[in-house]
């Protein structure tokens, strides 16, 4: 699975911002994994953002974007999107878009569960 991530830039605060991951593969069907969000920031682990299960019958958020992040899918175009507003200096990281075929429920929001990554975009939040 390839994933490619866009959509990053520069923004100011309580601008927004749309990402997006088109995924591709060798007979890939998108609609076969779950697909989440995770940032970066400078110096910080990597850590949940957000998850779409397969089937979307559940999109769990970090605490900290709930309200102000989306995630969707489009599974015909294979491309999950981030739709970011009310951005803040604190969204300031690289975003990483994952896929996993097999992760439960409950581990949607663990990095170890996802096997196949974007190699980033970087969202720059000024102040």
């Known amino acids: 699975v390839q994933l490619q991530a866009s959509g990053g830039g520069l923004v100011q605060a309580g601008g927004s911002l749309r990402l997006s991951c088109v995924a591709s593969?060798?007979?890939?069907?998108?609609?076969?994994?779950?697909m989440a969000w995770f940032r970066q920031a400078p110096g910080k682990e990597r850590e949940f953002v957000a998850a779409i299960t397969k089937t979307r019958s559940s999109t769990p958020y970090a605490d900290s974007v709930k309200g102000r992040f989306t995630i969707s899918r489009d599974n015909a175009g294979n491309t999950v999107y981030l739709q970011m507003t009310s951005l803040t200096p604190e969204d300031t990281a690289v975003y990483y878009c994952?896929?996993?075929?097999?992760?439960?429920?409950?581990?949607?929001?663990?990095?170890?569960?996802?096997?196949?990554w974007g190699q980033g975009t970087l969202v720059t939040v000024s102040s």
């Open positions: 593969g060798r007979a890939f069907t998108l609609n076969n994994y779950h």
């Open positions: 994952a896929a996993s075929a097999r992760a439960i429920f409950s581990s949607l929001r663990d990095l170890n569960a996802y096997g196949d």
